[in-house]
């Protein structure tokens, strides 16, 4: 054998005793919230990368990136081609379409997993009463918007004709632009958004769940346990301090407020008393003291004598 063959064979052998080094993968977290009070677009990109470089840490060599989405038919088609295998996600989103993903964590934010939401109405605006058949704006939630308006965050109060329109805007500062602008009467809006000039915050409305961190029917077991463990250990941006538990956001209860709900409270009038005589005399005794009635008649004038 040839001192040539000799050596391709000894490169051969060495390359076989070496262990194969698994090619780095690719792994997409992506960010769908428009209800959340990021400060603009911008705000997001840099969230979405801080999370997917924290999350590196536990991706054992596979290169982890951020990518956000802008509206939910983009982000549900690119969850259904397995082009992403876990996201952070709105609550009302993920509620009404029922929480198809498995939830890993909660965001926080002043430490809670959730926080109340709000009704900024044109300053003239007094009270709810005077909204109906007015328009309304809220950030995009990609379903159910009605519902979520009607039933989540007004509790079933008012009917789905209530307003003239529900109007999804970009995002909840471009909500409450809608007032300034004349084409909305008033906005819902997560706290955290403070009113602008020439509006007020009319109602304080239920709490919401902050946006949920989840696996995608792409992501794997043992990549998300790891991902569930690491999640809880990101250090806060884009005005989020941080993940915690997945319950800490109440989610179950959020999907569970889009059904009907009976009226109560302010807005709902009581129905009207019926009581019977049976009713009112029940367990009550009365007493009617005697006395002689001639005490009560006045005697006649005596007759006038005749002249």
Known sequence: MSASHLLAAAACALACALPSVAAAEDITIGLFAPTAPFEGSGDRVSFVNAVAEHLAGAAAGDRVNGKVYASASAFAAAAKKGEIQFAIVDAPYAAANGLPYTILASATRGGGGHASWQLVARSSIGSIRELRGARVAIPSIGAKAQA?????????????????????????RSALTMITVGKADAAFVPSGVEPPSGTKR??????????????????????????????????????????????????????????????KGPMALPPPARLSVKDLLTGRSFVVPQQNVLELVEAPPPPVAEK
């Open 202 to 263: 009319l109602l304080s409305l239920p709490s919401v769940g902050w946006p949920m961190f989840v696996a995608l029917p792409a992501a794997d077991d043992r990549r998300s346990a790891a991902f569930a463990t690491r999640i809880k250990s990101f250090g806060g941006a884009g005005g989020f301090s941080g993940f915690g538990d997945a319950g800490a956001g109440n989610y179950r209860s959020l999907a569970g407020s889009f059904g009907r709900s009976a009226k």
């Open 148 to 172: 979520f308006v009607t039933n989540a965050l007004l509790s079933g109060e008012v009917d789905a004709s209530y307003f003239a329109s529900i109007t999804e805007a970009a995002d909840a």
